[in-house]
């Protein structure tokens, strides 16, 4: 099948998948159906587009972040939660949560700049940990237990954090951990958006020095490409789009390793660019597929967490079956 062909069928799956979504939810309202009917036009438009939207922003957010460290590493099993960064990322938020009610300064929650930033720092923390150690690993199993070592020390803090706060944020950041895309305001959407925009033109800039690595750092430098300036800016776009999709829909496991795998596996796709495209579009279809299974339970919707695990957990598993020299590798 063709590029074009592909990408404009993804266009109309996900147009679909959008409009599905604004007419689905525990209220019988549709865009059909809503007429003069203020509470109706209230409902979907302040409840179910803005969690519509948020779906869209993290099927963009987490896929790409997960290519660009894949590229980056190397590593088919490279992917933001694997690694530990999601954690580190969620680290920042438990920080804030935690620490803003211990020292009873729960305003500090309403301000979604903030929730970003901490997550921001915890997620580049995290990547620069990785980088140090991949560095002086030359090895696959290696760099997922350096991963798994991150998301066990994130964890460790977070229990510290929660041993001393209220019993209400408890409750809150463990629903929090579950992946929501419920709750969002229009302020907090604008504030997503704008960080998956700077995020998406950051990453934008590293294709073409992509293109080049593929192929060798000797052949990089003589098409000019400046490795380290790329590599650093393959960080700074990981970071920011894992940390604003952690800071507003939660830590969502396995979307960032799986959508770029199942887009080299179907589409057969090398050129990076291409694939880039490819990325996007099935990681927004993904997420608000996602999200319509998580709405059709008649007991309530389906944390987003526990679907991407379902579908995400048998892939990873899949990549090591076809990567049998990964089990290989020197600890």
Known sequence: ????????????????????????????????????????RKLIFDFRLPKTIAAILAGIALPVSGLLLQELFRNPLADPSVLGITSASGLGVAIVIFLSAILGLNSLLNNPWLLCLASFIGAMLGLIIIVFFSSRINSTAGLIIIGMMIAGLASAIIGVLQFFAPSEKIKSFLIWTFGSM??????????????????????????KGISGLRLGENYAHTMGV???????????????????????VGPVAFIGLAIPHICRILFKQTDVSKLYVLVVLLGVFSMLLFLWISQ?????????NIITSLIGAPIVMSIILNRKNLIHDEL
């Open 226 to 248: 400046n490795i380290r300036k790329i590599r650093w800016l393959i960080l700074i776009a990981s970071a920011i789009l894992t940390a604003s999709a952690t800071a507003f």
């Open 296 to 304: 059709i339970f008649p007991n309530g919707n389906l944390p987003i």
């Open 182 to 207: 419920s709750g969002l305001s229009w302020s907090q959407i604008g504030v997503f958006s704008f960080m998956v925009l700077m995020g998406i033109l950051i990453s934008i800039l590293t294709l």
């Open 1 to 40: 099948m063709k590029h074009t062909t592909v990408i404009i069928l993804l266009l109309m799956l996900i147009l679909g998948m959008f409009f599905l979504n604004l007419n689905i939810g525990n209220a019988d309202v549709s865009l059909f159906s809503m007429g003069n009917d203020e509470i109706a």
